[in-house]
T-cell receptor, first 112, second 113 residues
Framework: ELKVEQNPLFLSMQEGKNYTIYCNYSTTSDRLYWYRQDPGKSLESLFVLLSNGAVKQEGRLMASLDTKARLSTLHITAAVHDLSATYFCAVDMGSSGDKLTFGTGTRLAVRP | NAGVMQNPRHLVRRRGQEARLRCSPMKGHSHVYWYRQLPEEGLKFMVYLQKENIIDESGMPKERFSAEFPKEGPSILRIQQVVRGDSAAYFC???????????FGSGTRLTVV
């Protein structure tokens, strides 16, 4: 059974600081997703990472994938309050799979 | 394109009643997935459907829960004889291709009182 673990579960950081969220998964996977969820809202797709060494950046967020280590990271640069949300990674099995397995989420709070 | 439409947004049911949750996928998407999110947790897969077919229901409880995606109309997730433990947010996602490019709806928040 595929397991996906995120850490930290909760992250409180000051504006302007950098930090990284980690996502480990237990078995080989073709695709890894990062989503953002604001309280009471749906999931907003941030990144889809398809291959080993993939790196994608959007604004202050950068995601990377190491399929050999079964690890993805979401790096936050110079955090701002608007980034406060819960971030989920999710993994699927690719062509042989049909569902996403989500991590537990990282709740990010950015303080002034 | 209106995106994935779910209704109702909020649903309150008394224990023992039935809950019906509806999901209309994005135009052109024939793959529908239902997920459940308990408070403070990640989403858990329930069921994957294509038109008129259930492809994978491995995440759905064997009793009281059922899902369909008819030829015409939205996908329906039905929960019979609801219990307090069914209180959660239920999200629907759709995709054009199997297992790729998921778009999530806004969810239905079910409260069982």
């Amino acid at each position: 059974e595929l397991k996906v673990e995120q850490n930290p579960l909760f992250l409180s950081m000051q504006e302007g600081k950098n930090y990284t969220i980690y996502c480990n998964y237990s078995t080989t996977s073709d695709r890894l997703y990062w989503y953002r969820q604001d309280p009471g809202k749906s999931l907003e797709s941030l990144f889809v990472l398809l291959s080993n060494g993939a790196v994608k950046q959007e604004g202050r967020l950068m995601a990377s994938l190491d399929t050999k280590a079964r690890l993805s990271t979401l790096h936050i640069t110079a955090a701002v309050h608007d980034l406060s949300a819960t971030y989920f990674c999710a993994v699927d099995m690719g062509s042989s799979g049909d569902k996403l397995t989500f991590g537990t989420g990282t709740r990010l709070a950015v303080r002034p | 394109n209106a995106g994935v439409m779910q209704n109702p947004r909020h649903l309150v049911r008394r224990r023992g009643q039935e809950a019906r949750l509806r999901c209309s996928p994005m135009k052109g998407h024939s793959h529908v997935y239902w997920y459940r999110q308990l408070p403070e947790e990640g989403l858990k897969f329930m069921v994957y459907l294509q038109k008129e077919n259930i492809i994978d229901e491995s995440g759905m409880p064997k009793e009281r829960f059922s899902a369909e995606f008819p030829k015409e109309g939205p996908s329906i997730l039905r929960i019979q004889q609801v219990v307090r433990g069914d209180s959660a947010a239920y999200f629907c996602a759709s995709s054009e291709l199997q297992g790729y490019g998921y778009t999530f709806g806004s969810g239905t928040r079910l409260t069982v009182v």
